[in-house]
């Protein structure tokens, strides 16, 4: 079974603004506060296709992540290892097209999948959801004062399964197999997508605070002014989204 949860929002700043707080939203607490569960950001790949024009990128953050107290409660400490404060790779892969306007984004843990994987999935543009058709617009679009977004997190929970198994090699296979034979990997897998999901709002709201704080400090203090103001507080020269 897979849990879903979508939201829309929308940010009133020009969609090249909004793309651009998007990729500096992890760049260092001092420019985004929530972000301080981000322990670091690397780019894998970064191109422009030639014929589209489109951006696309891959980049993997190391964060910090608690597991949900009652997704703990509900496992036995050979999976979660005693529950606390854990890190976790999500892999981020975006595409932007400035000239038509919108950007695509899939983020996922790669980390205790065996217990829960997530995956986020975003579609911004200069358009509302209600009038965007089936397919990516091809057809240029006018400046927006406006940026719409659409988001989607999606929840599956393999525990009890083959993947499981594979992901939880130093678990006793006989205590864990009794373990889920005997509360049901069905019931398990509902109760911890169910829990995640529920935490959902919360996530999205900071989420937002911080992009919108982005957002305010690039209108505030224009782009280049803040690219410098950055650079100068990390002690760079150069700037690495």
């Known amino acids: ?20 707080a998007f990729f500096l939203r992890y760049y260092s607490p001092q420019l985004n506060p929530f972000s301080s569960h981000v322990l670091s950001t690397d780019t ?9 024009g489109r951006l696309y990128t891959t980049r993997l953050h190391l964060k910090k992540s608690r597991m949900p107290s009652a997704v703990v409660k509900l496992l036995p400490t050979s999976i979660t290892g005693g529950g606390g404060d854990k890190s976790s790779f999500v892999l981020e892969e975006s595409v932007v097209d400035i000239k038509e306007g ?20 975003q579609r911004y543009s200069t358009t509302p959801p209600e009038q965007q058709g089936a397919g990516l617009s091809t057809v240029s679009r006018p400046l927006s004062p406006s940026t719409y977004v659409t ?6 929970s393999t525990l009890g399964g083959r993947k499981a198994a594979q992901d939880s090699e130093d678990s006793s296979p006989l205590r864990f197999g009794g373990w889920i034979s005997g509360w049901g ?5 509902g109760s911890i997508e169910s829990i995640a999901s529920n935490k959902t709002d ?12 982005v957002l305010e400090r690039l209108r505030s203090n224009g782009v280049m002014a803040t690219l410098r103001e950055l650079r100068r507080s990390q002690g760079k020269t150069t700037f690495d989204v």
Request: no cysteine.
């Open 1 to 20: 079974m897979v849990l879903t949860h979508t939201t829309n929002h929308n940010y009133s700043h020009p969609f090249p603004t909004v793309t651009l």
């Open 44 to 52: 894998i790949s970064s191109h422009i296709d030639p014929e589209s």
């Open 102 to 121: 919108w950007m695509t984004t899939q983020s996922r843990n790669l980390n205790f999948t065996g217990v829960l994987s997530v995956t986020e999935q």
């Open 151 to 156: 988001t989607t997190f999606s929840y599956r």
């Open 185 to 189: 990997a069905k019931r398990i897998q």
């Open 202 to 213: 919360d996530q999205l709201v900071k989420s937002r605070d911080g992009m919108k704080l």
